[in-house]
């Protein structure tokens, strides 16, 4: 699995995993079921207080009519004032008639009551006996005594003559509200259990419409983190005419432009490539005439006049370093078109270090730090290629001493690092994040120094770039710094194992 593809893959778990916490689907539920909740617990607190004031109402009006009307027909053969018998028998009259509830009556300091045991002082208040006295007819009052609740309603008995005035005979009536409180209980008690098969049936609504709603939205998704993964042939099917039929058409309208993009720059770089490959090799063959030309000019340059002379060895200068641009052009052009074969094999670091410092003459020059005994399996060519570069360009461009150190395998990375530093003016910041670009140069003035010479390409600003592609080659990669007292610092950093995925008998395409 490609290291992009892998991301994508680690990204998309991460994603999956917040979804599952906070996702929309999980958002939508929610929401659908608060407002369900809502809902409900707002219709039944609506409902229970209609349902209470309703049957409380009529309870009232019943109580108030019947209370009225019963003391209106006991009242008429009653005779006034009364005594404490003719008192009684009318509250037990007045009684009979109201379903047996308990009534009261009162007569100046008089008082009868048609249920020798029950108790009334707790239920008729101060307040509801001052409204009666008054006389402005009927009156009642909710109570509650001992816990239960009751209604009491109260009225003055007035003379019949026309004058409305009253007799000084109050009758009080108390009745028991504990079967309207048990019924708009039991209405309030089924209209909760009626709460969970809502927010059941809301949650079921709310799923089915989340999928319809996320199931193009996660295939979108899904195309989205395919296209990032490098997959431009990712497209979603566009269903119906929605805003997400309209979002998928986007999709895809935009990764047709995306897919023919891509494919016209690999065209152009595809010709970029073979075009810079055909013309260096068609350079080849006049270079090594022109070389052998140009070795002879500088022999016989001795032999010439002073100006010839040298002419003669800039031509021939100019002609290696064309050559060489030649070369690493082509070797550029093989890393890009994926040619490039690593014939690795095991090897002792500190002696191929030591032969590509020796086979071009700067083992005078170079302080050289090579532990025996550090092996890597490596492509001995290749780890010269690098060194030549790194240490090329330390002596170009850099001052003395410059220093190579070779570091055995330590920590948990496990890798070989071999370590190029000089003591020059070092390299800026944009250079130091541009020093591996092709064919950049840190300083475009800086003078050539013929003796620093190597593989590698002094001068062209490749020859970086091809370490760089190198180290990648085997698994490694270079990296640049700067010494505490001044100085630039180039680490490569290489796996002393294998390269993944390298046949252990032979190398293997890049």
Known sequence: MSPRRAAARRR??????????????????????????????????????DARTAVLQRTQNTAVNDLRERVATVAAGFDLPPDQ?????????????????????????????????????????AELRAAVRAG??????????????????????????GDRRTSGLEVFAITDLRAERD??????????????????????????????????????????????????????AVRGHDELADLA???????????????????????????????????????????????????DADQLPPDAARAARTVGAE????????????????????????????????????????????????????????????DRRRVDVIVANLVGNALQHGAPPVTVTLTAPGGDDGRVRLEVADHGPGLSPEARERVF????????????????????????????????ENARLHGGTIGVGERAGGGAVFTLSLPASRPPGQAADEGQDR
């Open 437 to 468: 670009d092709r064919f950049y140069k840190a300083d475009e003035a800086r003078t050539r120094n013929p003796s620093a010479t190597g593989s590698g390409g002094q001068g062209s600003g490749l020859g970086t770039a091809i370490a760089l």
């Open 319 to 378: 002609t290696a370093r064309l050559s060489r641009l030649v070369e690493d052009l082509m070797e550029i052009s093989r890393f890009d078109a994926g040619a490039v074969r690593l014939d690795a094999a095991e090897a002792d670091l500190a002696d191929t270090v030591r032969a590509s410092l020796a086979l071009r003459g700067w083992t005078d020059r170079v302080d050289a730090e090579l532990p025996e005994g550090v092996r890597a399996v490596v």
């Open 136 to 161: 402005d007819g009927a009156r009642f009052q909710r109570v509650q005594w001992r816990g239960e609740p009751y209604l009491v309603v109260g009225m003055p008995v007035t003379y019949a003559d």
């Open 12 to 49: 998309s778990l991460r994603l999956g995993s917040r979804r599952l916490v906070g996702g929309l689907r999980v958002r939508l539920v929610v929401t659908f079921v608060l407002v369900a909740l809502l809902s409900a617990v707002t219709a039944t607190a609506l409902a229970y207080r």
């Open 249 to 299: 058409r986007t999709f895809n309208e935009t990764a047709d432009a995306l897919q023919a993009s891509d494919a016209e720059l690999r065209a152009q770089e595809a010709k970029a490539r073979r075009f810079v490959a055909d013309v260096s090799h068609e350079l080849r063959t006049p270079l090594a005439a022109m070389t052998m030309v140009a070795t002879v000019l500088e022999e």
């Open 183 to 236: 019924d708009t209980a039991a209405l309030l008690d089924s209209v909760r259990e009626g709460t969970v098969p809502v927010m059941v049936a809301a949650a079921l609504l709310a799923l089915l419409a989340a999928g319809t709603v996320l199931r193009p939205v996660r295939k979108l998704g899904r195309a989205t983190r395919e296209l990032a993964a490098g997959d431009l042939g990712s497209r979603v």
């Open 85 to 125: 018998r003719s008192l009684s028998r009318f509250a037990a009259r007045v009684s009979q008639g109201l379903g047996a509830r308990t009534v009261v009556a009162r007569h100046q300091d008089l008082f009868a009551v048609s249920d020798a045991y029950a108790g009334t002082e707790g239920r008729i208040t």
